[in-house]
């Protein structure tokens, strides 16, 4: 039962990793501030339509997993394609996050790049596989609060250092011409103004802020409706400062060391720790970016474990077994899973940075997966063959156009989320409608325009409020 | 995307934008908790800033 200030600073605590300062400072290095987008157009509008629109239908609606709702609202198919989708999804993130901590480790102490992240998944491994990190939210705190005084100490070291502002813009604009502006042109191969838009502020960031379990379980937590949604909404001033935080320090390093190039852009941040930041700092710093970024890799990979297990062995391999069994399944399925990242972690070079490997591997089923659940949620009409369909064709289009035609994966979110809206009232409107016993408690009207709560809205307008 | 897409002028996208925060602003603010708890307002206050950094950068 929190009030709303604690559900905000939860949701901003989580939505700012180590990997956040790593990867936006490096987008920022590459990009310029157009890597603030993600901050702005890419979540602020979110944000304000979940607080008034989302957060609400969930309250209402009781506590839903969304493959859950999935499940519920079109059928088992659904279900366990998305299982499949955000397992497979899981394991790749962890070879990203293997690649971050490599190059975190070869950036500040010169170990190897192989060594790093064979150390790395060592310690992941051994740790995760015994049991987890112990005291995890404690840790955490701690973690993110060494993270962001390190954060500011290098803004505020890197800006005196080149001059202030003034001097930031004059020692990059000559060379990079349109790293001080949020839109880039058309012909960017990676994030065009247009794929901004479409993708990334109509599609990837309503998929997250509206649908994502990690945000909605912050806000289910809250004393009351209003807390859930002042909570959410009330998260966003303190979310348009993060670029602050985390892009300009990657604007800084690319005025002080012009000089990286291809994947190496995303050492900025490491790079600026180790020279900016005086000795005792600078290693506390470093610690606690190193230890934050192996408690992702530890969450992810028990994440990755229980979705392989719960979802896909247990239900179609061996139903009923002891819960020892089950959990050892897990432990197996976990050292499988680091062998893989392992694997997995150099591919990572191939996109242009960390930030945008990431945001690529969700492009591939978040439009998809948004498309069918806002129809689930918001039409009736929606039949469970639709959504099969739809999430089927919607993760056909993305791979085609991610992995045939190399497209942005902005427009891959884009088409990929049309396709799969298209499809899915294409093929609802062909099939039997779903009875409404199916569908109470589960869309958008029925759930909100519930009787009793029409009978308080109108006692309410009677009395003059 | 096709080649015919690259010609598009880069203002486009602050008009769309500053319409997509326009709308949004317009939309929350038509939908005890009153005056500060009043999310309506945040909502427009949000997207105003939102447009004027828009309109800066």
């Known amino acids: 039962m929190l009030p709303w200030w604690v559900i905000s600073m939860s949701i901003i605590g989580t939505n700012i990793g180590a990997y956040d300062y790593m990867g936006a400072a490096g987008g920022a290095y590459r990009f310029g501030i157009a890597q603030a987008n993600y901050e702005w157009i890419g979540a602020i509008p979110a944000m304000v339509l979940s607080a008034l629109l989302f957060v609400p239908y969930y309250w209402k609606a009781g506590v839903y997993t969304v493959p859950e709702f999935l499940g519920r609202r079109y059928n088992l198919a659904v279900r366990v394609i998305e299982a499949l989708l955000w397992g497979a999804f899981l394991a790749c993130v962890l070879g990203v996050f293997f690649w971050a901590a490599g190059l975190m480790l070869n950036e500040y102490l010169g170990i190897p790049i192989w060594v790093s992240l064979l150390v790395t998944a060592t310690i992941v491994g051994v740790y995760t596989i015994t049991g987890g990190l112990a005291a995890v939210a404690m840790t955490d705190v701690v973690q993110l609060l060494v993270m962001f005084i390190g954060g500011v100490a290098l803004t505020v070291l890197g800006l005196w250092t080149v001059g202030g502002w003034s001097g930031l813009v004059a020692s990059i604009t000559p060379t990079h011409p349109n790293h001080f502006n949020l839109f880039l042109p058309l012909d960017d191969p990676v994030i065009p103004w247009l794929g901004m838009i479409l993708g990334l502020a109509f599609v990837l960031s309503p998929a997250w802020w509206c649908c994502h379990q990690a945000i909605i379980q912050r806000t289910l937590g809250a004393r009351s409706e209003w807390d859930a949604k002042a909570g959410m909404m009330f998260a966003a001033f303190p979310k348009m400062f993060i670029p602050v935080l985390v892009v300009l320090p990657g604007l800084l390093a690319l005025s002080l060391n012009p000089d990286l190039v291809g994947p190496d852009m995303d050492r900025a941040f490491p790079w600026l720790i180790r020279n900016l930041l005086p000795a005792g700092l600078a290693g506390l710093v470093f610690a606690a970016f190193m230890a934050a970024l192996i408690s992702s890799v530890d969450s992810t990979l028990n994440s990755a474990a229980t979705v392989w297990t719960r979802d896909i062995y247990q239900r179609f391999f061996v139903k009923t077994a002891s819960d020892r069994h089950y959990l050892n399944v897990g432990r197996i399925l976990t050292f499988v899973f680091v062998l893989w990242a392992i694997a997995f972690a150099p591919v990572t070079k191939q996109f242009p940075g960390i930030y945008v490997a990431m945001q690529s591997l969700l492009s591939i089923f978040q439009g998809p997966t948004f498309a069918i659940t806002l129809l689930g949620i918001g039409w009736r009409r929606a039949t469970q063959w639709g959504g099969l369909f739809g999430l089927l064709a919607g993760v056909a289009i993305s791979s085609a156009l991610f992995f045939a035609a190399g497209w942005s994966f902005l427009y891959v979110a884009w088409w990929s989320f049309v396709g799969a809206l298209v499809v899915t009232v294409v093929v609802s409107l062909l099939t039997r409608p779903e009875p409404t016993s199916k569908l109470e408690g589960l869309v958008y009207g029925l759930v909100m325009k519930d009787d009793e709560i029409q009978d308080v809205i109108s006692r309410r307008a009677e009395g003059g409020e | ?57």
């Open chain 2, 1 to 57: 995307m096709g080649d015919w897409l690259t010609g598009l002028p880069l203002w486009w996208g602050k008009v769309i934008a500053a319409v997509f925060f326009l709308g949004i602003a317009v939309w929350a603010w038509r939908r005890d908790n009153r005056g500060w708890r009043d999310l309506r307002v945040w909502a427009s206050v949000l997207m105003a800033i939102q447009f004027l950094l828009y309109l800066a950068f």
